[in-house]
């Protein structure tokens, strides 16, 4: 199946380098198809970051995983496929997991998706979410990979839908994290424990005492400045005013003292599955899919043969019991040409490419206007973010927010970045637009810090 998979990479890499919309200075698959980042990690000095992979199609087929590597996150390599679903324990995907470095050796969990014959619903019968092992000494060698769990060892009152397994150590007792969906539709967290990373036996299942969601997914539990933090994807909640407004969410709960609130990570149309690792300076860094599962927006890049990206990655820090996120500083370093314009009310300033960063910092009420018909709009209670025909089907998002007073973007070919407040909120969104329409209009005349980006480097 490696073969199979480098088939479809020189197949169609000249079709997919060819589309103007492929992104500078974001990771993307090299064909077909990405989601999920996975094991992610930093290993004797050199970053790696995998993620769900379909090569054989830009609509996601058979999953495996992909590899880049990097050691400053301006260089990047394109590593070897590390993972295939070619074994009875993953033949119909070798789904989204995770890694975690003990002992000088990295440890990956993740799920093997097997589809069994008949005429199932594949919710409560017919599906196997086993959970597979394999190892590396150098991240770029892969042992065996072996299945640890099966459907059998789960609670009698789970669903099939059992996944995205994700490491938690405390007082060294091993925890193995898993996303669930019970036989009554409630979405929940597992917990196994182990003294070992490879004998795991169950401890207890978290939950809220108000169901919220269906299933959840992409589970990930840490502490931060002395918080336990719990990441997580919940299916089937429903919106509530501006809250939510994505057909799957994405989100935090603090777990201190049980669950607290849900609080949403990012407000976008195009972020999901993001994961969390802590690297060799101690920043707890995040990486999402810019993207989303079963959205009723596209993306017209299919047509090149490919699909979606990686966010930036993302420090993670605490301020006023809320979760703040801003681009690792090396995203600086590909910064170039800093220039500080001064924008003129409702005069339309037309700025060098769609690959930069702009700042600003805001007055109480504002109105942007960017690109072909991308708007933010701040009322003093809500921030709108507006697509028109460059959404490809995406319309308004919201963020309910008291006071705003500096917005940084970060603009690519096709995406934006926007952060509010240095991180305490954040949308991303893909955008679909002519490259000649790099214009910016703000209602009142204002400052602004703008640099170029310069691209990534892929070898």
């Known amino acids: 199946m490696k073969n199979i998979f480098k088939s479809y990479e020189l197949k169609y890499k000249d079709k997919v380098n060819s589309d103007p919309w492929r992104l500078k200075y974001h990771l993307m698959p090299p064909v077909g198809w990405l989601n999920d980042p996975n094991g992610l990690c930093q290993f004797n000095g050199i970053y790696h970051i995998f993620y769900q992979y379909s090569p054989d199609s830009p609509y996601g087929a058979h999953k495996g995983w992909g590899h880049y590597s990097t050691k400053d996150f301006i260089t990047f390599k394109q590593e070897d496929i590390p993972l295939l679903p070619d074994s009875e324990i993953d033949k119909d995907g070798a789904y989204s997991g995770s890694a975690f470095i003990d002992n000088n050796r990295i440890h990956f969990f993740y799920t093997g998706n097997i589809k069994f014959e008949g005429n199932y619903d594949y919710i409560n019968e017919g599906r196997g979410h086993y959970v597979n092992y394999f190892y590396s000494d150098d991240g770029f060698h892969f042992s065996n990979k072996e299945c640890l769990l099966k459907n059998k060892d789960y609670p009698k009152n789970m669903s099939c839908h059992v996944r995205d397994p994700k490491i938690y150590q405390k007082n060294n007792q091993y925890y193995l994290v898993l996303g669930a969906r019970t036989k009554d539709s409630v979405g929940c967290i597992m917990l196994y424990k182990s003294n070992d990373l490879k004998h795991w036996s169950y401890n207890t299942t978290l939950t809220t005492q108000k169901k919220f969601g269906y299933m959840w997914e992409c589970p990930d539990l840490f502490e931060l400045d002395n918080h336990i933090i719990l990441i997580t994807c919940p299916q089937g909640v429903k919106q509530d005013g501006y809250k939510y407004e994505n057909i799957y969410q994405n989100g935090y709960f603090f777990y201190d003292n049980g669950f607290s609130q849900f609080h949403e990570l990012d407000h976008g149309f195009d972020f999901y599955a993001p994961q969390t690792f802590v690297d060799e300076k101690n920043r707890r860094i995040l990486i999402g899919w810019m993207g989303i599962p079963d959205a009723d927006y596209i993306n017209p890049t299919v047509e090149y043969y490919w699909q979606h990206a990686l966010t930036l990655p993302r420090v993670l820090t605490i301020k006023d019991n809320h979760i703040y996120q801003f681009p690792i500083e090396e995203i600086n370093k590909l910064m170039d040409k800093e220039e500080h314009i001064s924008l003129k009310k409702n005069e339309p300033y037309h700025y060098a490419t769609h690959s930069c960063h ?102």
Do not use: C
């Open 358 to 459: 702009m700042h600003f910092i805001t007055p109480s009420l504002f109105r942007i206007k960017l690109r072909k018909d991308v708007t933010l709009d701040y009322d003093g209670k809500v921030l709108t973010l507006s697509l028109k025909e460059s959404g490809y089907g995406r319309d308004a998002r919201h963020i309910e927010i008291d006071h705003i007073y500096e917005i940084d973007i970060y603009s690519d070919t096709s995406s934006l970045e926007i952060f509010v407040n240095h991180g305490e909120e954040v949308f991303s969104t893909r955008v679909y637009d002519n490259l000649d329409d790099t214009y910016i209009t703000f209602d009142q005349d204002i400052a602004m810090d703008y640099h170029t980006m310069n691209s990534y480097h892929i070898i």
